[in-house]
């Protein structure tokens, strides 16, 4: 498994081949609405999210609009994202909160965060490393898988905690955000899920290779 110093080569690798750093979803720098999409985004793609929320933010320009929504339509905008009776009834409530109690945006708190309805320790730590600049490992699909081929984790993390944990420790504070956004693009180019490119990868000769 590598050490703080491995795993430094390997933040500066994935900073060479992607250097610019950016969250997939396209919420247009505004707080409120990257929180919507990150409970939008849940078993569901980012490029769906982003459509999706083409004709939300439309229909629904503010928290405020949103937490008073009609349900059945706005069920009706999200229906194609799955799972979308819950995420609606989750949006509103998170809205509805923010509006009250955060001044129309999410708190920059790891504990007031997951107060808000649909909003788990993944949702949460995009939050407050997109938004607030702060240390937060986003432990999606693309972070636990890669993160075990390449030997960042250990075979007892089996979690999404205990990756997030084990990554804390071993990545500077100061890269982890974009560290895990370079994650993601780095999964979808090379490090795919069913057929990943070992024999052009980049980062092979600092690769476990835990496949």
């Known amino acids: 498994m590598h050490n703080k110093q491995s795993a430094a080569e390997i933040v500066s690798a994935l900073k060479q081949l992607y250097p610019a750093a950016e969250c997939s979803l396209s919420y247009g720098g505004e707080p409120w609405k990257l929180l919507v999409m990150s409970i939008l985004s849940a078993q569901c793609t980012d490029r769906r999210v982003n459509i999706i929320a083409e004709e939300l ?15 059945n339509e706005l069920e009706r905008i999200i229906k194609s994202c799955g799972l979308y009776k819950t995420k609606a009834k989750n949006i509103r409530a998170s809205c509805a ?12 708190t790891l504990e007031e965060l997951l107060k808000l309805p649909g909003v788990g320790r993944k949702i949460a730590n995009l939050i407050l490393g997109d938004i607030y600049g702060k240390p937060a490992i986003v432990t999606d699909t693309h972070c636990m898988r890669i993160s075990k081929r390449l030997g960042l984790t250990a075979p ?14 071993l990545i500077e504070p100061a890269e982890q955000s974009d560290f895990c956004h370079r994650l993601v693009l780095f999964g979808r180019e090379y490090c795919t899920a069913r057929s990943p490119r070992c024999n052009e990868c980049p980062l092979i000769s600092l690769c476990e290779r835990n496949l």
């Open 57 to 71: 933010f439309q229909k629904y320009p503010t928290p405020e609009a949103l937490a008073n929504s009609d349900i």
């Open 156 to 169: 007892e993390d089996k979690t999404p905690f205990a990756i997030e944990r084990r990554l804390s420790a």
């Open 97 to 108: 909160l923010m509006v009250e109690k955060y001044d129309s945006t999410p708190p920059d």
